[in-house]
C-alpha cells in the first residue's frame, strides 16, 4: 500500500483542477460549433473559403484530379452532405453523379447566379441563351468559372447564403466577397493582357473537351473542334470525330491541341501526332490541382493558350 502525504495530495488536486479548463477550451476551438459549408469541387471550395474563413468549416467533397461529371459519393461523402449547414455547387449538370437534390441543406449553385448560360459547342459554335429562356434545346456548357467575371458577378448571392447560414458573420461574408470580387477583376484584367498576346487571326483553339467554351466567349477566340464533345462517362472519341479534329486543324492552321489535365490524352496525341502539331496536356480545368488556387490555375492556363498558339 502506496501512502501520499497530505501536502502531495492537495498539489495534486489543484493541478488537475487547472488542467481541466485548458483541457475544455482546446475542445472549444476545434471547429465544431462553426457552420459546415460542403463545397462540391476544389474550385468551389476555394471560392468559399476566400469568402468564410475563419467563421466557416468548408469541406470539399469531390477530390481534385477526379470528375465531377461522375463522381460517386462514398457513406462518409453522403454523410458530409446530411450534416451540411450549407451546399455550394456549380449546377448546370456539372455534378451529375452528386445527389443534390436529396439533400436538406440549402443550396447555393454558381450556374443560378452567372448569368446566361452557353449550350456546349457545336462545330465550335457558342450560341447565348437568352435570359430566362427554358434549357430545351440540349445540355448546356457547367464550365462557367472559366470566365472568372461571372463568378464575381454571383460572389454576393455566395456572401448572402453564407450570411443565411451564419447571421451573427453576415457582414464579413459581404466584405470578403466584394474584396474577392475585385481580386477577379483584375484577374480578368491580367488574363486580358496575357491572351492579348495571340493575334486575332490566331484565336483558334482545339481541345481535347469542350470546356473553354466561357472562356473563349470572354476573351474572343472560337473553339473549332474538340475531341470529346461533351462531359462525363459518356464522351467518347468517334472516329468520325478525330476526323473532324484534324480536317479543323488542317483548315485552321492551329499550331497546338489542348488536353485537359484531368482527360485522358491519347486521342489527342494520336491526332496531334498524324497532324504534326504540338499538344498542350496541362490544362487544369475542374479542379485548382498543382496551381494552388483558382485564381492561378486561370493564370496559368492562359499563359498556356497563349504560348501555344504564338507557335505559328
Keep these: 500500500m502506496i501512502i501520499i502525504p497530505a501536502m ?12 481541466a479548463p485548458v483541457a475544455a477550451g482546446c475542445g472549444s476551438e476545434d471547429g465544431a460549433d462553426r457552420p459546415r459549408v460542403v463545397a462540391t469541387t476544389g474550385i468551389v471550395a476555394d471560392w468559399v473559403e476566400n469568402l468564410a474563413e ?45 445527389p443534390l437534390d436529396d439533400a436538406e441543406a440549402p443550396r447555393w449553385e454558381l450556374a443560378e447566379h452567372a448569368g446566361a448560360l452557353l449550350p456546349f459547342a457545336e462545330g465550335g459554335a457558342h450560341e447565348h441563351r437568352a435570359e430566362g429562356e427554358e434549357e430545351e434545346g440540349g ?108 480536317d479543323a486543324i488542317a483548315e485552321h492552321g492551329v499550331p497546338t491541341v489542348f488536353a485537359q489535365e484531368e482527360d485522358d490524352p491519347e486521342a489527342l496525341r494520336l491526332v496531334a501526332d498524324e497532324a504534326g502539331v504540338e499538344i498542350e496536356e496541362g490544362l487544369a480545368i475542374e479542379s485548382p490541382g498543382s496551381t494552388g488556387s483558382y485564381e492561378d490555375m486561370l493564370r496559368r492556363d492562359a499563359e498556356l493558350i497563349s504560348s501555344g498558339l504564338q507557335r505559328r
Excluded at 502531495?8 to 488542467?19: D, V
Design 54 to 98: 475563419p467563421e466557416v468549416e468548408v469541406i470539399q467533397l469531390i477530390p481534385d484530379g477526379s470528375s465531377p461529371h461522375d463522381f460517386q459519393l462514398s457513406a462518409e461523402d453522403r454523410l458530409e452532405l446530411e450534416q451540411a449547414d450549407l451546399i455550394a455547387a456549380v449546377g448546370a449538370g456539372l455534378e451529375a453523379g452528386v
Design 8 to 19: 502531495n495530495l492537495r498539489m495534486i488536486f489543484i493541478i488537475g483542477a487547472g488542467i
Design 139 to 246: 445540355p448546356f456548357d457547367p464550365h462557367i468559372w472559366m470566365d472568372p467575371t461571372r463568378v464575381a458577378s454571383a460572389l454576393p448571392s455566395l456572401a448572402a447564403a453564407l450570411g443565411d447560414a451564419d447571421p451573427d458573420h453576415a457582414a464579413n461574408y459581404s466584405d470578403r466577397g466584394r474584396a474577392y470580387a475585385g481580386e477577379l477583376r483584375g484577374l480578368d484584367r491580367a488574363l486580358s493582357a496575357t491572351l492579348d498576346a495571340v493575334a486575332a487571326a490566331n484565336r483558334e483553339l482545339v481541345t481535347s473537351h469542350d470546356s473553354l467554351g466561357y472562356l473563349a466567349d470572354r476573351y474572343g477566340f472560337e473553339v473549332v473542334a474538340t475531341a470529346f464533345p461533351s462531359s462525363g462517362p459518356e464522351a467518347e472519341a468517334s472516329a468520325a470525330q478525330l476526323q473532324e479534329v484534324l
